[in-house]
C-alpha cells in the first residue's frame, strides 16, 4: 500500500532509539525526509546513517534535549514547517507520589505533557495552512489502564490526551490530524533498564522478571519498534484523513477490556 506521503518533512522527536526510531525508520522508507532529535549525538548519528542507507531518503539530526527551549528551537530550525510531528520524549520515573515534590511534577509535566503542547502550537497553523498535517504523540498503554508506580506518567500523559482530544477536533477539518499511540511492552532500552531495576529491586534475576513481564502479555512477546513504527506510518498516511482524536494502544492483547 502507498501511503502516498512521499516527499513530505517529519519532525520526530525522541528519534535516535526504540519508538521513536522505529517511526522515523518507517515513515522515511515512505519516502518522508525525517528530521531526528535526541540529546546523545552517537546513536543519533547512528541511526541516521542506518535509515539513510536503507530507505536512501534525507535525514536530518539535531542534537539537543526537546524538553528544553533552546532544543525546540534548534528542532524548529532544522524543520520549520514540518507536515508530519511525532512527539516523543523519555518517560518519568517510577516511584511514591508522596516523595513527589512540585518540582518533579513539573519535570514531567514539562517532558510528557508540555513540550508536546508547545510543539503542536509552533506547527498546527503551517499545517492547516497548507491542508495536510498528522501528528502524534507517544505516549503509554498507562494511559488506559494506569500503572500504580508511574503516577508521573499516568498524570502527565493523561493531561496530553485530554488537550488534543479538544485539539484534535478543530483541526481535522484541514485535513490535520492529531492522534496518540499507546505502546503496551516494546523491547527498547528503556524498557530493558526499566525490567533490571525491578529484577535489582526484588533481589530477582533478569531473566525471571522478563519471563513475568512476557506472561502478562496475550502475544507471548514483547513489542518491537518496527511494528510501532509501521502503525506510526499508517496513521500518518494520506489515507488515514478520517482518524482524530484517537487513541491506538498497541500492545499485544495486554489491556484486557472489551473497548
Ligand atoms: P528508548 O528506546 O530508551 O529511546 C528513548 C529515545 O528518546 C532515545 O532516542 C533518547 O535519546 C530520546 N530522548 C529521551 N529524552 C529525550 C529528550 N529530553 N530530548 C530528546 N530526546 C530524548 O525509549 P522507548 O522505549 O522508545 O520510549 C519512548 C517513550 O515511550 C518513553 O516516553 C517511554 O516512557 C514510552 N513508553 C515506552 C514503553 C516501552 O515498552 N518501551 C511503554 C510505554 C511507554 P537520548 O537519550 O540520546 O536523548
Known amino acids: 500500500m502507498d501511503l502516498g506521503i512521499k516527499g513530505k518533512s517529519a519532525l520526530v522527536c525522541a528519534g535516535s532509539k526504540g519508538l521513536g526510531k522505529g517511526c522515523a525508520f518507517a515513515l522515511a522508507r515512505e519516502g518522508v525526509s525525517v528530521t531526528l532529535v535526541a540529546r546523545g549525538i552517537e546513536a543519533l548519528e547512528a ?13 536530518k539530526t539535531v542534537a539537543a534535549d526537546i524538553v528544553t527551549p533552546q532544543g525546540r528551537e534548534a528542532a524548529l530550525a532544522a524543520c520549520p514547517q514540518p507536515d508530519i510531528l ?4 523519555g518517560g518519568p520515573p517510577a516511584g511514591d507520589f508522596r516523595q513527589w515534590d512540585r518540582d518533579v511534577w513539573i519535570k514531567a509535566l514539562d517532558a510528557n505533557m508540555l513540550t508536546p503542547i508547545e510543539l503542536i502550537k509552533r506547527t498546527v497553523d503551517g499545517m492547516i495552512a497548507r491542508k495536510f498535517g498528522r501528528i502524534v504523540n507517544i ?10 508506580i508511574l503516577g508521573l ?27 496518540n499511540i499507546l505502546p503496551g511492552l516494546f523491547a527498547t532500552d528503556t524498557m530493558m533498564s526499566r525490567i533490571d531495576a525491578m529484577a535489582k529491586q526484588a533481589g530477582k534475576a533478569f531473566d525471571q522478571v522478563e519471563q513475568e513481564r512476557l506472561r502478562t502479555i496475550p502475544a507471548g512477546r514483547f513489542g518491537t519498534p518496527e511494528e510501532f513504527g509501521q502503525l506510526c506510518a499508517y496513521i500518518c498516511s494520506a489515507q488515514a484523513s478520517y482518524l482524530t482524536g484517537q487513541n491506538f494502544l498497541i500492545d499485544g492483547g495486554a489491556y484486557p477490556g472489551t473497548l
Open 139 to 148: 505516549t503509554s498503554a498507562a494511559v488506559k489502564a494506569p500503572i500504580p
Open 47 to 59: 541511526t541516521a546513517a542506518e535509515i539513510r542507507q536503507q530507505s536512501g531518503g534525507q535525514v
Open 153 to 179: 506518567s499516568n498524570g502527565a500523559r493523561t493531561g496530553l490526551t485530554g488537550f488534543v482530544a479538544g485539539l484534535s477536533r478543530q483541526t481535522v477539518m484541514h485535513n490535520v490530524t492529531i492522534n
Open 86 to 89: 511525532v512527539n516523543n520524549a
